[in-house]
């Protein structure tokens, strides 16, 4: 049985307690789990503190800072197999998307190595004789860093590597549902060289660690990744040390099919939209708005290709879709979706949890067409698609916008002028036409409403963890003037 440990000060240590880790595909136990509670979160937060102010890290140079950060890429590129299997293994995302997307993780580290001595000020040509006034961009402080158990290792890197750039320290919670592939992590942390107390990784439960991370006193801005009910905790928490805050949460996505489309290309990135991952994506594409006059031909299309998905162990190369990471997330989808058919949804195909071992469930969909559905309203975090047609432009984009979310949305049009209108209508942080769930460190990522503030990806990343100080230089050799007026 493989045990873990936390990553604290450059060293690592056993938790105050343990726990088990299971197997999504088995069900049954795989590993032991180091659990931090309060004082290991302090004396993370204090070690991130200490690095922050009188380190090593703190006399780096940008370019120093850079150089890390490309050693680091490096190393989760040559390690991407194994840490692929971690994460397979510890939250059931089948092998053959863990080990594309974390050799792609690497790239996110290497464009925020390119980016640290990149950060720059600027002089204001202020309205004042003899006065010189400029800009510096300074580091935040100490991140609070806390993300869930799908693709940990990505929606990691889309913070560590602008915070890193940037001049930060942090302290990053792993989900307690497979901190694996975050705690192996940190072994390439350390093997890259990063001076102690610059990264701390930690996972545990609730208040003992989560709450306690994100209320510290030393905590100056925190990064959360999660639904929006436990985002309300963070933001109570932030109010303890007036942590600013950025907050990446869920999604009910639209995917809207013109008649116009190309169908099958469109139901290939539907079934990428919302089966991928086993639908445990924040911007699953988990409303299907599809124009009426194409909507039985393209559900017939789409079906097929639904019930052709091949599921199996995650480990295996062949498997299209794997368990869900936790028998908890089965039950919430199950629950869902014989909620959504006693509303009135009927069901097209799946909607039967299987028999046997492991957190499975078959791709789901249903057509909600002239019943109010809980699926069309509540995230699934799972392989479930709500379908609903529409008539004109107008009637798409009120059913598009009809969410307390705004995190994604896809359009299908071979008619530009519509997609450029339907781009504009649709509120949303990210828009895909004629393509879906594609991604890249150039790209900022982030929503609008309950999905969320602030964005991961980009320059804009990096400026999210600085702070601005203005310094005034007065160039004159006149004495100063009155002191009781303001200059």
């Known amino acids: 049985m493989r045990r873990f440990q936390l990553y604290i000060d450059g060293a690592f240590v056993d938790g105050a307690g343990a726990f088990d880790s299971l197997d999504p595909a088995t069900g049954t136990v795989w590993a032991k789990m180091p659990e931090a509670r309060e004082a290991e979160v302090d004396r993370a937060v204090q070690a991130a503190d200490r690095a922050l102010v009188d380190g090593p890290w703190a006399k780096m140079t940008a370019s120093e800072r850079g150089r890390l950060l490309y050693r680091l890429a490096d190393l989760v590129a040559e390690n991407a197999a194994i840490l692929a299997e971690l994460e397979t293994r510890d939250t059931g995302k089948i092998i053959r998307e863990t080990s594309s997307q974390i050799a792609y993780v690497a790239q996110y580290y290497r464009y925020y190595a390119g980016l640290a001595d990149k950060i720059e000020g600027s002089v204001l040509p202020i309205d004042k004789q003899d006065m010189e006034v400029w800009l510096k961009r300074e580091p935040v402080g100490v991140v609070a ?82 639904g929006p009910e436990a985002a309300r905790h963070v933001v109570h928490n932030s109010a303890a040390n007036l942590a600013s805050t950025s907050l990446e949460l869920g999604g009910k996505s639209p995917f809207i099919v013109f008649a116009d489309a190309d169908l099958d290309s469109a139901a290939n990135a539907q079934v990428a939209g919302i089966f991928a991952a086993t639908g445990q994506s924040c911007v699953a594409g988990s409303r299907l708005i599809v124009e009426r006059s194409v909507k039985e031909e393209f559900l017939a299309r789409l079906t097929k290709k639904a019930e052709a998905i091949r599921i199996g ?115 949303a942080g990210v828009v895909w036409i004629n393509t879906y769930r594609a991604v890249s460190p150039i790209a900022p990522f982030g929503g609008f409403g309950l999905s969320g503030h602030g964005r991961e990806g980009g320059m804009a990343a990096v400026l999210d963890y600085t702070r601005t100080k203005t310094v005034w230089l007065n160039t004159s050799d006149t004495p100063f003037p009155d002191p009781f007026v303001m200059r």
């Open 145 to 226: 860093m806390v993300v869930p158990w799908n693709s940990q290792l990505f929606l990691s890197a889309v913070k560590i590597g602008p915070a890193l750039a940037a001049g930060c320290t942090l302290v990053l919670k792993a989900s307690e549902d497979g901190p694996a592939p975050l705690l192996e992590f940190a072994r390439l942390v350390h093997e890259a060289g990063f001076p102690p107390g610059v990264v701390n990784i930690v996972t545990g439960f609730g208040a003992a660690c989560g709450a306690a991370l994100t209320r510290h006193e030393k905590v100056a801005h925190i990064a959360f990744t999660g």
């Open 313 to 427: 162990s995650p480990l295996d190369m062949a498997t299209e879709i794997g368990p869900l990471a936790t028998k908890r997330q089965q039950d919430h989808v199950d629950r869902l979706v014989q909620a959504s058919v006693a509303a009135g949804a009927h069901l097209i195909t799946g909607g039967k949890r299987p028999e046997g071992a492991g957190h499975f469930y078959p791709p789901t969909i249903l057509d909600c067409d002239g019943v109010s559905s809980p699926s069309m309203a509540e995230e699934f975090f799972g392989p479930v698609l709500s379908v609903v047609s529409f008539e004109g432009e107008v009637e798409a984009l009120q059913l598009a916008n009809d969410t307390r979310y705004g995190l994604a949305g896809g359009v299908f049009t071979q008619n530009l002028a519509r997609a450029h209108r339907m781009v504009k209508g649709i509120r």
